[in-house]
């Protein structure tokens, strides 16, 4: 029987970089996710970060971080060239993983992960903040047949201006960095929410940084049942971030924000996100908004996450894992396409 009060998920923070003290600052207060450690090369900066947060304890290595006992799950906000090796490493010390997206650099890397993660029997959840919104759940329901019919299409993008350039991880090939990867991976797991499955291939086309980085890249994947989908993503950009689905009797728009408000005035800078949903063919018939709850995406993916592990919702985790293994797929052959010039096929 599971208790009426659970104990909450014991976290711990692989890292101490900016997204890590968004990611802190949210699920600090949260019953179900108590974060009990943060690890840092610099000792100094994890005992800093860990004050700030009011984290009970502070380690000077990731070893020392994956080697604490009185921890069930790490988070991981690593540059994207680091989440494999450290998700591994940590899933072989016993650990849950908590990834932040992508989850690794290419398919190869992501099937080698859920293979670790089987043979260790732990779970590895890939965290696109905004899948947890309530506002995603009230998507879904909008692309019920009888609200909007087939789905036939729909166009994604995702975009930003990138700050110091010259330092930026983004900006570094090494790095896992490029538009495609951070930004562009966004569009991605939300196309592939919406489609249900990948792609029979893609056609790409980028503009390239001076450091080898796709600094914007747009893409049309084509689907083995006719259907279509377009997205966008990029680091030259003024901040936009929307999606369009159009079914046989009606159309969907949103922003599927990582992070929502009810207001224009929330202290850390949320934002209300639209959805609204057409219900007819015609350009006559007005949108209806949508209404969800709101709050921090990191902390509805955090909590979500002590749901499966405590639950050991095993279906939940695999259909998860199978559009984090779509979504890599996907960015690789777009990623070869775009070099190429050429339409790809996908690899399964």
């Known amino acids: 029987m ?49 004050k700030i947060f009011h984290i009970p304890r502070a380690h000077g290595s990731y070893d ?24 591994i490493r940590a899933m072989q010390a016993g650990k849950h993983v908590l990834c932040e997206k992508p989850l690794a650099l290419n398919l190869a890397e992501v099937m080698h992960m859920f293979q670790v993660a089987r043979q260790c029997g732990v779970m590895l ?9 309530p506002q995603t759940r009230d998507l879904l329901a909008c692309l019920s047949h009888d ?11 995702f975009g930003f201006t990138v700050g110091n350039t010259d330092t930026n991880i983004r900006m570094k090939p090494d790095l896992g960095g490029g538009a495609l990867l951070d930004a562009g991976s966004y569009p991605l797991s939300l196309i592939r929410l919406v489609m249900g499955c990948a792609p029979e291939g893609v056609m790409a086309h980028a503009n390239w940084a001076s450091t080898g980085v796709d600094i914007n890249l747009m893409a049309t994947l084509f689907y083995a049942d006719g259907r279509r989908a377009q997205m966008s993503c990029a680091m030259d950009t003024a901040n936009h971030r929307r999606a369009t689905i159009v079914g046989s009797r009606g159309t ?12 224009q005035t929330h202290a850390w800078g949320y934002l209300p996100s639209q959805l609204r949903v057409r219900q007819g063919i015609a350009n ?4 209806e ?5 709101s709050g ?6 955090a909590e979500a996450f002590a749901k499966v592990v405590r639950e050991q919702d095993m279906p939940a985790i695999d259909r998860a894992a199978a559009a984090s293994h779509d979504i890599a797929a996907t960015l690789d052959a777009i990623q070869a396409s775009a070099k190429t010039g050429q339409a790809v096929r996908l690899s399964h």
Not at 284 to 287: E, I, K, Q, R
Not at 296 to 301: D, Y
């Open 289 to 293: 908004e949508i209404r969800s709850a």
């Open 296 to 301: 921090s995406g990191f902390r509805f993916a």
């Open 64 to 87: 020392a971080l994956l080697a604490d006992p009185a921890l069930d799950a790490l988070y991981i906000p690593l540059p994207n060239s680091l989440h494999a090796e450290w998700a």
């Open 125 to 133: 959840l890939e965290a696109y903040p905004y899948w947890f919104q």
């Open 284 to 287: 006559s018939v007005p949108f």
């Open 252 to 263: 969907v728009e949103t922003e599927y924000l990582n992070h929502t408000s009810d207001s």
């Open 147 to 157: 609200k909007i019919g087939e789905v036939r299409s729909m166009q994604a993008s």
């Open 2 to 50: 599971t208790p009426l009060h659970p104990a909450p998920l014991r976290l711990g923070i692989l890292g101490c970089a900016n997204i890590a003290k968004q990611f802190a600052r949210d699920v600090n207060g949260s019953s179900q996710v108590s974060i009990q450690a943060v690890a840092s090369r610099d000792l100094a900066k994890a005992q800093a970060f860990a």
